[in-house]
């Protein structure tokens, strides 16, 4: 997989699977958002992202896919009337579930506490993919915050998306269970690359470093579909950052409460890098 945006070949009508990335619109850039636990920062980098790629005129979508466990709202300060799990049992349609966040992008929230959604069923797969389908030609960048960990929801959830974010901290648990992520990730969808984003850095270079460490394991362990061993991107660090928790603690977004502070100014980064990483011509 290149380091350029861009959607996978549509595959036959039927032939979507858990096990390979999926097609999508050519006007859609999909990128999962995940981790290999929960605790990581990973809903927080989604919304913070979203904004800042809003702020460069992108139109992006951010969708809940922590199905079940959602808290996208509780990071936006948001009360939705309406949610996806309204949409899956027809209650409300996918228009009326569209909320606009604080930064201006457009979120997809999902119900909490609902156990039905713990597991991969074929409604909850198909509702899935028509979701993705539905909106993703209208927007430019659609993030997928999926939920943590390797559960058959969560391996489907990162399988409608092209390019995948892994996000971690440099605690040896965060590391491990992100390994095996990305372990499965490429086994079972036959990816060739991911891209990393280290959370709460105590120095700067610590990313790099991880990502290094990381790679030689996968080097000794992970082969890709082709033989070659999966190449892990480090996409940047994100310092730790009382700012970050103080943001948290008020259900605001960094980027709009402390735009200038170290770690904010690293999404910003962050999203400088995958803006670049689209194709321009779409953009003109």
């Known amino acids: 997989m290149s380091d350029v945006l861009s959607p996978p070949t549509p595959p036959r009508a039927g032939s979507q699977s858990a096990s390979a990335p999926a097609a999508r619109n050519p ?3 999909i990128m999962a958002v995940t981790s290999g636990k929960g605790g990581v920062g990973k809903t927080f980098v989604s919304a913070n992202l979203a904004a800042a790629l809003t702020r460069h005129g992108l139109r992006v979508l951010v969708l809940d896919a ?3 466990l959602a808290n996208l709202d509780v990071v936006l300060n948001l009360y939705p009337k309406v949610t996806l799990h309204d ?3 027809g209650k409300a349609t996918l228009e009326e579930a569209v909320i606009t966040a604080p930064g201006g992008f457009s979120v997809l929230l999902a119900g909490s506490g609902m156990v039905e959604y713990s597991r991969l069923t074929p409604e909850i797969r198909n509702q899935l993919m028509h979701v993705i389908d539905t909106m993703a030609p209208r ?3 659609v993030l997928l915050d999926t939920g943590a960990g390797i559960s058959d929801v969560v391996l489907f959830s990162v ?3 092209a390019e995948v974010l892994v996000v971690a901290t440099p605690e040896p648990t965060s590391l491990t269970d992100a390994y095996a992520a990305i372990k499965v ?4 969808q036959k990816r060739n690359s991911m891209r990393l984003v280290i959370n709460q850095a105590a120095r700067p270079g610590d990313g790099r470093a991880i990502t290094g460490q990381l790679q030689q ?3 000794r362990f992970v082969s890709t579909e082709s033989g070659q061993p ?4 480090h996409m940047g660090d994100i310092p730790a950052d009382k700012a970050v928790r103080e943001s948290v603690m008020r259900r605001q977004l960094l980027l709009q409460s402390m735009p200038g502070c170290p770690a904010a100014l690293a999404v910003a980064q962050l999203a400088n890098k995958i803006k670049t990483m689209l194709t321009p011509v779409e953009y003109a």
């Open 27 to 29: 006007r859609a850039h």
């Open 66 to 68: 922590d199905l079940g």
């Open 87 to 89: 949409v899956f049992t």
């Open 139 to 141: 927007y430019d960048v």
């Open 159 to 161: 399988s409608l998306a």
């Open 185 to 188: 990730l490429t086994t079972q």
């Open 217 to 219: 394991v996968l080097n």
């Open 230 to 233: 999966m190449r892990l991107i």
